[in-house]
C-alpha cells in the first residue's frame, strides 16, 4: 500500500529538479566570467584529436610575456 502523499513527494520532486535544471541554463559562461582578468591576452585555438579520432577544440589564452605568465 502506497504512503497517501507518495504522489504529492514525487510530484514535488520533479518540479524541484525542473526548476533547477531550468536555472543552469541561465549561468553565466565560464569564458564571459573570466573576461575581464583575461581580457589583454591574445586569444588562439588549439586541436586535440584522440585515439578514437575525435577532434576536440579549445580556446586557449596564450600568454605572450613574463609579466603575463605570472
Known amino acids: 500500500m502506497r504512503h497517501p502523499f507518495y504522489s504529492f513527494f514525487l510530484c514535488l520532486f520533479f518540479v524541484t529538479a525542473s526548476v533547477s535544471l531550468a536555472a543552469c541554463d541561465t549561468a553565466p559562461d565560464v569564458a564571459d566570467l573570466n573576461e ?3 581580457k ?3 586569444r588562439d585555438t588549439v586541436q586535440v584529436q584522440t585515439a578514437n579520432n575525435l577532434t ?11 609579466e603575463e605568465m605570472k
Open 40 to 42: 589583454d591576452f591574445a
Open 36 to 38: 575581464p582578468l583575461l
Open 56 to 66: 576536440l577544440e579549445f580556446v586557449v589564452y596564450v600568454a605572450q610575456s613574463d
